[in-house]
């Protein structure tokens, strides 16, 4: 059988399970990377959402509040008159 390697094969051996080892450590952290960055997306999106409806409150308050300024200018208006 013809040798494909030049080097001794103990030595590719470890090299090849150092090798694969490297890879599986970088694919199990962006594994881990990935799911941390879906949470942090569900997260924000949940926060997001609620703020959204903070906001929606916030302007029919607003809202409320200038048309309720506005009747007691128009009842300042007619008492001055």
Do not use: C, G, Y
Not at 13 to 35: C, G, L, P, T, Y
């Amino acid at each position: 059988m013809k040798e494909i390697f030049k080097s001794p094969i103990k030595k590719l051996n470890h090299f090849f399970k150092k090798s694969r080892d490297k890879w599986k450590n970088r694919a199990k952290e962006a594994i881990k990377e990935v799911r941390a960055n879906k949470k942090r997306i569900q997260f924000l999106e949940t926060s997001k959402n609620s703020l959204k409806d903070k906001i929606r409150e916030l302007k029919e308050k607003n809202r409320a509040l200038k048309n309720a300024l506005e009747d007691n200018k128009k009842k300042d208006r007619k008492e001055i008159q």
